[in-house]
């Protein structure tokens, strides 16, 4: 199995086709600066007012570093603050009541960095637990509502 990462960005319902188009235009060149390029898998659930795209990585320490990576970019950051300005979804436009109540586990650096962008996710998405062994399930039983 491939390791997948998904990007996710929220954007208002009713906008997702003109974002669709921005993110093609002004997010796509970047991401493929960084050597990433949308697989043919197709994310499972929809979410409404979420954009999401996916991406095959070689490993789950690929997804990390390359997370790493856009978050230092300054063109991806300056694009992320410029879509989030003009769509109106900036981490501090989702959570009027304070992003450092929303986000309190971070630091709040790393808060006032994230507020004016887009706000977005990347993250891994699916892997491989580990190469594993097969073997033979046999009948079970039931204990309840639980089955071995």
Known sequence: MTTLARLSFWVPHERMDEFAS??????????????LVETSKSVRIVVDGIFSRLFELPSP???????QQLHQDPTWRETLTNLGTIFGTTF????PDGIE?????????VVAEMAPLLRYHFELYAT???????VEAGTGFRQGMWQN
């Not at 501090?92 to 959570?95: D, G, I, N, R, S």
């Open 22 to 35: 921005a993110y093609a235009k002004q997010l796509a060149p970047i991401l493929a600066k960084h050597d």
């Open 61 to 67: 320490d690929a997804v990390a570093s390359l997370k």
């Open 92 to 95: 501090t436009a989702q959570h």
């Open 101 to 109: 109540r929303y986000y309190g586990y971070l630091a709040a650096t």
């Open 128 to 134: 491989a637990a580990g190469p594993g062994t097969a």
